[in-house]
């Protein structure tokens, strides 16, 4: 059974820190790893997608990285600001379907 | 702005009702799937349409159909109602049977009194 998990539940930094959220994942024959941004009550932002043979993506602020092999991807994001604050879920994909860990709520304090 | 919309946005609805939300996905995409997202929780997939077919179906009872028209748009349609069935409803838009990056629409609030 696919299951993905995200370590810590909740996170509370000052802004200007860099962090590092973490996803752990049982399928190692996943076609890509993904991490979104979800404001509340509101949709998914993609933020990164990682195929498979890819061990890194870099956008702006945002590192991920993914070892098949241990089951893990970061997101580390540099400089943090209050408008990073939401919560952060990443999703391994499967053959047809994206498979989430429960997130990491993110607060940045100003 | 991914180009996916969902409508509407907000629905009460009493247990024992039917319903039906809608997603129009971004045009070209060839695969909508559709998720269940609890508060607190991650989604879970409910079922993916390919080409106007079900292609694939997360553990949720048959009362959870879709179907999906040649117009990029899309229905999710949940019979009788229960109460956990309140939720945040998320489409996703893609191509090639969502291997790919999957767009996300605004998503369609539940709530079952």
């Known amino acids: 059974k696919q299951e993905v998990t995200q370590i810590p539940a909740a996170l509370s930094v000052p802004e200007g820190e860099n962090l590092v959220l973490n996803c752990s994942f049982t399928d190692s024959a996943i076609y890509n790893l993904q991490w979104f941004r979800q404001d509340p009550g509101k949709g998914l932002t993609s933020l990164l997608l990682?195929?498979?043979?890819?061990r890194e993506q870099t956008s702006g602020r945002l590192n991920a990285s993914l070892d098949k092999s241990s089951g893990r991807s970061t997101l580390y994001i540099a400089a943090s600001q209050p408008g990073d604050s939401a919560t952060y879920l990443c999703?391994?994909?499967?053959?047809?379907?994206?498979?989430f860990g429960q997130g990491t709520r993110l607060t940045i304090n100003p | 702005e991914t180009g996916v919309t969902q409508s509407p946005t907000h629905l009460i609805k009493t247990r024992g009702q039917q319903v039906t939300l809608r997603c129009s996905s971004q045009s070209g995409h060839n695969t909508v799937s559709w998720y269940q997202q609890a508060l607190g929780q991650g989604p879970q997939f409910i079922f993916q349409?390919?080409?106007?077919?079900?292609?694939g179906r997360g553990n949720f009872p048959p009362r959870f159909s879709g179907l999906q028209f040649p117009n990029y748009s899309s229905e999710l349609n949940v019979n009788a109602l229960e109460l956990d069935d309140s939720a945040l409803y998320l489409c996703?838009?893609?191509?090639?049977?969502?291997?790919?990056?999957?767009?996300f629409g605004p998503g369609t609030r539940l709530l079952v009194l």
């Open positions: 349409y390919y080409r106007e077919e079900e292609n």
């Open positions: 990682i195929q498979s043979s890819q």
């Open positions: 999703a391994e994909q499967g053959a047809q379907k994206l498979v």
């Open positions: 996703a838009s893609s191509d090639d049977r969502g291997q790919e990056t999957q767009y």
